[in-house]
């Protein structure tokens, strides 16, 4: 077995916690954008965890950031960023939320093997169902709310931008709105955010096209589990952005899983919603107003969380 590297480099680290597809791909992503002097990458599958970390360490020569390392849950503690995407990864035929149980116990114990995590450090929950898991990694680690979200629709929205894109042949980049609620099922297209160059959403497209592209964003992640097994290039893309947000300390407006208190009527709950993202974390919930059509559907995802929540 390969000794921890004990860290030498000074800076901001990154710490994430799984291995597997998300987090080995997300650590390498991490490394490519030179965000931080160190990441390290923790798993209970150390032969796992060793073998990600001497295949991304290959790529250094080509990256400006110091290491990229394993190491030992405790060594997370004193991480400025901690990235959460230990999990059971979602299966054919299976939704998000079949997977609570198992992955509400594995965060439990993430954060029984972590301890006193460092005050100023922000946690990224990126392990699904991402909602539930970002609520209670809020109540386990002892960190304010805002210093503790979730990717929430990040990668809805992603989806998002780039179907219109390629329906309108623009660049993605150049298509603004959000998807909003669960990460899941229940998460819906307020049309009322969209728009491309300044034209609304509801006028470049109809209701059914509008129904459409928001079908096929929802379920594409079924087409790709179907296809290849999990999904993990575009999430970690989108984890990579929100470190850089709280890195840089950007004060960016973006998709996060956070804790509502009377939003849109929805309270209690972590949802996707469009937020403030800086060093602090979630930095405030920025205010969109919902038709009444979609204030509807917001609720309805909220309660099919609070469902999860209740149990």
């Known amino acids: 077995m390969l000794n921890k590297i004990q860290s030498v480099c000074p800076a901001q680290k990154i710490a994430i916690i799984g291995a ?137 929205t992603a989806r998002l931008k780039t179907a219109i894109g390629k329906k309108l042949g623009v660049y993605p980049q150049s298509v603004d709105g959000f998807v909003m609620g669960e990460h899941g099922d229940s998460e819906f297209v307020p049309w009322s955010t969209v728009s491309v160059g300044g034209v609304s959403g509801g006028k470049l497209f109809s209701e059914s096209e509008q129904k459409a592209i928001a079908d096929d964003v929802r379920t594409e992640v079924y087409e790709i589990i179907h296809r290849k097994g999990a999904t993990f290039y575009g999430i970690a893309a989108v984890t990579t952005d929100i470190v850089e947000a709280v890195l840089f300390n950007q004060h960016k407006v973006m998709p996060a899983s956070t804790r509502l208190n009377n939003y849109n009527g929805v309270s209690g709950v972590c949802l996707g919603v469009p937020a403030v993202i800086g060093r602090s974390g979630v930095e405030k919930v920025w205010s969109v107003e919902l038709t009444a059509g979609e204030k509807k559907r917001f609720k309805k995802s909220a309660e099919t969380i609070k469902q999860y929540l209740k149990k």
Not at 62 to 70: I, K, L, N, P, R
């Open 20 to 156: 597997g597809a998300v987090g080995a791909t997300t650590a390498y992503t991490l490394m490519f954008k030179n965000l931080a002097s160190e990441v390290i990458l923790i798993d209970v599958n150390e032969a796992k965890e060793e073998g990600e970390v001497l295949d991304i360490s290959d790529g250094l020569c080509f990256a400006e950031t110091g290491c990229v390392v394993g190491a030992s849950f405790k060594d997370a503690a004193d991480a400025d960023v901690i990235i959460l995407t230990a999990g059971a990864a979602q299966k054919p035929g299976e939704t998000r939320l079949d997977l609570v149980n198992k992955n509400k116990a594995i965060c439990a114990s993430v954060f029984k093997e972590i301890g006193k995590i460092k005050s100023t450090a922000v946690i990224i929950v990126v392990a699904n169902p991402v909602d539930i898991v970002t609520y209670m990694a809020q109540e386990l680690s002892g960190l304010p709310l805002g210093q503790v979200f979730g990717t929430g629709t990040g990668l809805d």
